[in-house]
């Protein structure tokens, strides 16, 4: 009882929620903005409609008039879904950097309460914001409903669409903020991140499409328009779908207003979790509570990636056809592909070590599964096995039902995944060799991840340049361990050995250097 | 009871604070006195748990400050060497939103506001806007806020810096009203006039190293073995000079006057107050006899010139 009256307590009457209402409902600051943006929303209304109405001629049928005004209807919420794009990121993230510059977040955060509750009250501020935003709109909203060319359902279904986006877009910049701590990077930041989130959505749609264009995801089968899960989530996707339900599974649709309700809610615990994780020491409840719904997150699109196998090659209860074998690898590849950005998301984040950042970060040692919630890096290939588990895992689980259609697909599969454990191993050791020698956590990431890119581009190029001198194109390029493509089965496993032998050796490498570290002599560390 | 217990705290190749141990008891004011940069706001921060020391302990009433933070964050009242004020706010709804989110009951509230802006001599400027506060007025809005909910510890980071006298004045004894309702305060400061009156426990913490502790007398007496004491007679200067040569302690003694004179001494208390009685079982008329004692500034010269060295 207690626990849920605390949960409650950080959204509702959450005293740094209170405090803005009362900044913000003082003097005519806030009503001078509103009555603006109420008029220009008005004046943006008569023009679209203006133009709409000026396209109507007598005569024209009732669908096609029916037509122009939902084309009405959709330009406002395209305003609506930009405004809210523009404004939703910079709203919380913008009062952290504020309070950070003030001095005010230090006095706030040695409160004996999480940090959560704190990005819990500044998203409820921006939350109210919206709200407002969306109300103003109403009127002009109403307009679209009177004239015909949508339902107050619609209407209602958009809205609770667009402000449940925008707690997310908004959650996106807290972690931007709580890194960066100034204004200018926050707020660039902030947009790269929605538009890196928005273009990882973009990939899982264009990943769906064909599954869903060809019958398998259960939408054109039925009689109501579908969108996949994850698109919920993507700005304007919704608008141009114009789909009221989300398929779950083939068989399973829920609302697209519950799935955006669902994913966002996902999102934001993730974005407000990973921020107080930041701010926390290891072993804290932020701590343990971000890895746990970053594992759910994994889980989830782990299932994702399985949905789309079970619909493709045509096993667990699949309403679609089976495809050929080329596009299935392709799709397998391009879920996999999704699963290791992920993956390398996750093992960035949770190796590296420091020797001067703290206890957080100090290393306890290589492998520990009690140190995996904790935050401990001696936890991170445990908690990096167990997101690789839960991204790989249902897919895992479909391809060895031994339900293919045929066991060259297993074998490639098997392989695939076996090429992405591989890289997760590789990155694992990138990740540990850059941090003994670098002085902070960030910096041991940052090269990690410039490590990283410049063997991926590098490689490519020197195996696309030897090609080129050779005039053997694409042969070399084939045997570049940095990508799970081959010609046989076989040598997308052999790249795989390969990464996995260079990993372990630079984890072995980067441990004789963190035992001889002179800071691991220091009286309290001896056992570590 | 306030115990710390070798904090160290790293920042890549600098090690800003090494090693700090000491304990404060209920009502003890301690002066945390070092130059710039000497590690006293990382000390103060590390017991306000906003830092994570490296390595090191402390606890308050044997509830750890460096772990489960939640339980220590109670105890504790921080104020930084800034005000961190919102714009637009009102002093009871600044006070407010502390005693909210330090957990003070919602009926509870008005009461407590009131009462540490009574204590803080601000209770006339209640409904006035934070911002529009008097340098001094905001120092003590800030005492208040740390005082909301009652905490046995108070970490007052260079709390006098940019005040005027009169505010100094009112801190100070603000300060000291505090130690005698029974909290241990901890002030830090480079000013070392300003801690000299009200503090009972120094502390001289210079390149991250605790190099004292303690009264000002045990300090002296624990770095200066030998002490000046000045001696006033009514008469027999020269000869009490002559008398006092060759008795335990005394190194050398310099005639002042007719009636002054200074000795070297190097000795215990008791040593020091034995040869004041010899002196009177001597004959001689003593007005006064006192040892010329080392201001803090002194002392903090004393004891930090042997570390920069």
């Known amino acids: 009882m207690q626990a849920i009256r605390s949960f409650f307590g950080h959204f509702f009457g959450n005293a740094h929620s209170v405090k803005d209402f009362r900044i913000q409902m003082r003097g005519n600051k806030a009503l001078i903005l509103w009555s603006l943006y109420l008029v220009l929303l008005v004046l943006f209304a008569m023009f679209t409609y203006g133009g709409v109405a000026s396209q109507m001629r007598a005569g024209m049928s009732a669908a096609e008039m029916q037509s122009r005004l939902q084309s009405f209807y959709n330009t406002l919420m395209y305003l609506l879904q930009t405004a809210i794009i523009l404004i939703a990121p910079v709203l919380a993230s913008a009062s952290i950097v504020a309070d950070d510059e003030r001095g005010s977040i230090d006095l706030v955060l040695m409160a004996p309460k999480s940090s959560t509750y704190y990005f819990a009250g500044l998203v409820m501020s921006g939350m109210r914001q919206l709200i407002f935003l969306l109300a103003l709109s109403i009127p002009v909203a109403s307009l679209g409903v009177i004239m015909g060319g949508a339902t107050w359902t619609d209407v209602l279904r958009s809205f609770t669409i667009f402000l449940f986006q925008g707690l997310f877009y908004m959650c996106l910049g807290v972690p931007v903020a709580v890194s960066s701590r100034k204004m200018v990077p926050t707020v660039i930041g902030s947009y790269v991140a929605i538009a890196v989130g928005s273009g990882i959505l973009a990939l899982m749609n264009a990943i769906m499409s064909p599954a869903m264009l060809s019958g398998m995801m259960g939408g054109p089968t039925t009689s109501t328009p579908t969108m996949p899960l994850f698109s919920v989530l993507t700005p304007y ?13 083939p068989t399973f649709l829920i609302p697209t207003w519950a799935a955006t309700i669902l994913m966002s809610t996902l999102g934001v615990a993730i974005c407000m979790l990973g921020s107080a994780s930041q701010m926390s020491r290891a072993g804290s409840p932020a701590v343990i509570a971000t890895r746990i719904v970053g594992l759910i997150i994994s889980l989830l699109i782990g299932l994702l990636t399985s949905q789309m196998f079970s619909t493709i090659f045509g096993i667990g209860g699949a309403s679609g056809t089976s495809a050929g074998t080329s596009f299935m690898i392709t799709t397998a590849l391009s879920g996999f592909m999704l699963s290791g950005f992920i993956m390398l998301i996750i093992v960035a984040n949770v190796v590296p070590y420091a020797f001067r950042d703290g206890e957080k970060y100090f290393p306890n040692g290589m492998f520990s599964v009690k140190d995996a919630l904790k935050g401990k890096p001696a936890g991170g290939m445990t908690y990096a096995l167990f997101a690789f588990a839960c991204l790989f895992g249902p897919s895992g689980y479909y391809l060895f039902r031994g339900m293919f259609v045929s066991t060259y697909t297993a074998l490639e599969a098997f392989a695939v995944m076996f090429w992405f454990l591989c890289a997760a191993f590789l990155y694992f050791g990138i990740f540990r060799f850059t941090s003994p020698w670098n002085g902070s956590v960030k910096s041991a990431r940052r090269i990690g991840v410039l490590f990283i ?76 | 009871m306030l115990v710390v217990d070798g904090l160290r705290k790293e920042y890549g190749q600098f090690t800003a604070v090494d090693g700090v141990s000491f304990q404060l008891k209920p009502g003890d004011i301690m002066g945390f006195i070092g130059s710039n940069g000497a590690g006293k706001t990382t000390t103060i921060k590390m017991l306000a748990t906003l830092l994570e020391p490296t390595l090191g302990r402390a606890t308050l009433n044997d509830v750890p400050l460096t772990e489960g933070l939640i339980d220590a964050r109670k105890l504790i009242g921080y104020m930084p060497d800034f005000f961190g004020l919102y714009e637009d706010i009102r002093v009871w709804e600044y006070l407010e939103l502390f005693a909210s989110i330090y957990g003070v009951p919602k009926t509870e509230r008005p009461g407590v506001i009131d009462e540490v802006l009574e204590l803080t001599d601000l209770g006339f400027k209640k409904d006035a806007f934070a911002k529009s506060l008097s340098r001094g007025m905001q120092q003590r809005l800030c005492l208040a806020r740390c005082l909301v909910h009652d905490p046995d510890l108070l970490l007052l980071d260079e709390p006098a810096s940019g005040l005027d006298p009169r505010a100094r004045a009112e801190l100070k004894e603000l300060v000291a009203e505090l130690g005698r309702m029974g909290k241990i305060v901890i002030v830090s400061s480079h000013i070392l006039p300003e801690l000299a009156d009200f503090c009972n426990v120094v502390g001289i913490i210079e390149r991250g190293q605790l190099l004292a502790f303690g009264s000002v007398e045990e300090i002296i007496s624990g770095i200066e073995q030998r002490r000046m004491i000045e001696v006033k007679v009514l008469e027999r200067a020269n000869e009490a000079s002559m008398f006092l040569h060759g008795k335990e302690g005394v190194v050398s003694t310099f005639l002042m006057g007719a009636s002054t004179l200074k000795v070297e001494f190097e000795g215990s208390m008791e040593s020091q107050a034995q040869l004041l009685a010899e002196m ?27 570390a920069l060295n």
Do not use: C, Y
């Open chain 2, 280 to 306: 009177i079982q001597g004959g001689f008329l003593i007005t006064e006899f006192r040892v010329d004692a080392a201001d803090l500034e002194d002392l903090f010269m004393k004891v930090t010139t042997g």
């Open chain 1, 453 to 528: 890119v410049g063997l991926n581009v590098g490689a490519g190029m020197l195996l696309a340049m030897v090609d080129l001198a050779f005039k053997t194109p694409g042969t070399l390029s084939i045997i570049n361990p940095m990508h799970p493509f081959a010609e046989t089965p076989e040598g997308v496993i052999a790249k795989g050995i390969v990464l996995a032998i260079v990993g372990g050796i630079l984890v072995n490498r980067s441990e004789e250097r963190r035992i001889k570290h002179p800071l691991m002599k220091i009286k309290g560390r001896e056992t570590a």
């Open chain 1, 237 to 249: 996707w919704h608008i141009i779908v114009n789909a009221p339900m989300t398929a779950v599974t």
